[in-house]
């Protein structure tokens, strides 16, 4: 699989990237066309490069910004990557707000795409 752990690093500063300097919505571009999944702090899911981008270009805030706390990097017995992230997000005017979010990626085609990805932010009180 070579270096999974420089492959998911590389993949999570270009993901946030992409997302934070926009369109959000060319991210979508990174999931696996038919059947990648996204969750994005709700319980329904989006499927499909198509319903992805469409749920990235439905969020309100204008301007966003990842700070990456915490990533865990596994490979998985059938030669997947697994990702978990924790950190702090701005958007807009918003205060600060703490966040987790889990990738999947499976090798297909000579790419890495996403095939499962879960992101929430975490709120107290």
Known sequence: MGDFKAIGKAF???YYNKFDTGP???VAALYEPTNG???FNSPDSAKGAQEIAEKLRSLTFQA???TVSTMDIQPTYDNCIFIVITGVLRADN???MQFTETFLLRFIN???LVIN???RLILHG
């Open 37 to 39: 999944m996204m969750n």
């Open 12 to 14: 999570v500063e270009f």
């Open 110 to 112: 000579n790419s890495w």
């Open 24 to 26: 959000r919505e060319g």
């Open 94 to 96: 918003d205060p600060p």
């Open 117 to 119: 990805n879960v992101f």
């Open 64 to 66: 966003i910004t990842h």
